[in-house]
């Protein structure tokens, strides 16, 4: 049996690797406070341990959706946050490789001499790796955190399109649903000025606005159906939905606006306290910090090993190498310059989003503030004089005063008003949601566009 013995640098290694252990991340991580904060529950990756979640996404889907039930489906059924999800595995996977010594080197080198054969054994160690394990888990685990920071920022944007797509889902069902309402009334209207106008009982300019403004209806009906449609497929997709056929218990209508909103001051501050974006940027700040520090340490020893080589016939014969690099061409100052210059451009760039992070909030609050009113005047003022119009026309129309196309007349001066209010709610609670967003961060925050609040119908109406 051949033993080599007194190999006290392999067993300071064996030592040193035992104390290097495994790296974790020091704090609780980013995404698991994201999903406390959200109540929703982060589900398994592996398509082995998914029954639970699968049966769980069918119990959300046989009841009536709300805006909490389609966040859950979302996070648990969604395929490109479940890749999301894989890859903070990569990173924690990346995170204990940098905290492993190198593997030390063996070549056996068997030499034939005269007075027979000698068998040498040569060890080699990485001393460059083993000074520098303590930077290189500090770098990865940095690297770890940056990762945990952009998975729970898309998980913020996942529940803000599943909550947007439902909004909108709901309402282009109600503005549909509105809608085909209208056309059966007109079109029972343009049928009657049609007979009219036969019989002489109706002139071709009354015949031609009834038959115009069944048109138009029957037009806006059309869009109406094709954004139901667009809005219920982006809804199946942010849910992980493949198919169409499956059956969404979607609410006739949004809840009603509140009397008021909660006042909210220091947006600005709390945004810079708590969006993640800006926790991101300030982690990768550390880690360039890091590697500019490595560099600079580093300059001088890159290549640094050491090497133990003994015989084994002749066990008291010990030659111990160290070797590295000559910084001869490669002095390092490159590498330096490159490195602050990573930090410099990284520094600005944090800059820049803080700055952009505070513009996104007070654009946000205005939107917010503007919606509401604009929804709050609708459902205070534009729909409650519309009903009373209508109220008042169908009181004459019930005393012989008007005649039924003036009642008509009377829906057609409606119909703008109805579908505002409606598209003001949708607005309402949209700019809600980019509210919340743009207080927590997000990959590509898109704030949604007031609408045009001219009664437009109603103006050209009479």
């Not at 979640?53 to 479940?82: C, G, H, W, Y």
């Not at 595995?89 to 070549?107: H, K, T, V, W």
């Not at 007979?195 to 059309?222: D, P, T």
């Given at each position: ?17 035992a ?22 529950t ?12 699968e ?64 068998t ?56 549909f ?87 909210q ?13 800006l926790?991101?940027?300030k ?38 190498a ?46 917010h ?28 129309y ?35 949601l ?8 997000s990959?590509?925050?898109q ?16």
């Amino acid at each position: 049996m051949i033993t080599i013995t007194k190999l006290y640098p392999l067993a300071a290694l064996v030592f040193l690797s035992a104390c290097a252990g495994t790296s974790t991340l020091p704090h609780s991580e980013p995404l698991t406070q994201q999903a406390l904060r959200e109540q929703v529950t982060l589900p398994p990756v592996d398509p082995a341990l998914r029954s639970a979640a699968e049966q769980e996404v069918k119990r959300l889907l046989a009841a009536p959706l709300t805006t909490e039930s389609v966040s859950r489906i979302a996070v648990l059924n969604n395929p490109d946050f479940l890749a999301s999800l894989a890859a903070l595995d990569i990173s924690r996977a990346e995170l204990a490789q940098a905290g492993l010594l190198p593997n030390p080197g063996l070549r056996v080198i068997r030499t034939r001499e005269e007075e027979g054969y000698s068998t040498e054994l040569d060890l080699s160690f990485d001393l460059f790796g083993i000074l520098f394990i303590g930077q290189n888990k500090a770098i990865a685990q940095e690297q770890a955190i940056q990762q945990q920071h952009q998975v729970a920022l898309q998980l913020l944007q996942l529940l803000n399109q599943s909550r947007s797509a439902f909004i909108e889902v709901v309402v282009a069902q109600q503005r549909f649903a509105y809608l085909q309402t209208v056309q059966e009334a007109i079109d029972a209207s343009a049928e009657l000025a049609h007979r009219l106008y036969q019989v002489g009982n109706y002139s071709e300019l009354q015949q031609a606005r009834q038959l115009k403004f069944a048109a138009e209806i029957r037009l806006q009906l059309a869009s109406a159906q094709q954004q139901q449609q667009q809005s219920r497929e982006r809804l199946n997709l942010v849910l992980g939905l493949s198919d169409p056929a499956v059956l969404l218990q979607l609410p006739a209508y949004l809840p009603a606006i509140p009397a008021e909103t909660p006042e909210q001051t220091e947006l600005e501050q709390l945004a810079l306290e708590q969006r993640l974006d800006l926790q991101l940027a300030k982690s990768r700040l550390k880690q360039l910090q890091l590697q500019l520090e490595q560099n600079k340490n580093s300059r001088f020893v890159r290549g640094l090993s050491s090497e133990l080589a003994g015989s084994v016939q002749h066990s008291e014969e010990r030659e111990v190498a160290l070797g590295f690099e000559l910084p001869l061409f490669d002095t390092g100052a490159e590498r330096i310059n490159k490195a602050q210059a990573e930090y410099q451009q990284a520094w600005w760039q944090a800059k820049a989003l803080e700055q952009k992070a505070l513009s996104e909030v007070r654009q946000a609050y205005s939107l917010h503030q503007h919606c509401y009113q604009v929804a709050r005047h609708y459902q205070d003022q534009l729909v409650p004089l519309a009903q009373k119009i209508n109220q008042q026309n169908v009181l004459r129309y019930n005393g012989m005063l008007i005649g039924v196309f003036e009642l008509i007349a009377d829906t057609q001066a409606q119909v703008s008003t109805v579908t505002g209010q409606m598209a003001a709610q949708r607005d309402f609670y949209l700019a809600q949601l980019a509210l919340q967003q743009a207080l927590w961060g997000s990959p590509t925050l898109q704030l949604p566009e007031a609408t045009e609040t001219t009664n437009t119908a109603a103006a050209a109406g009479h």
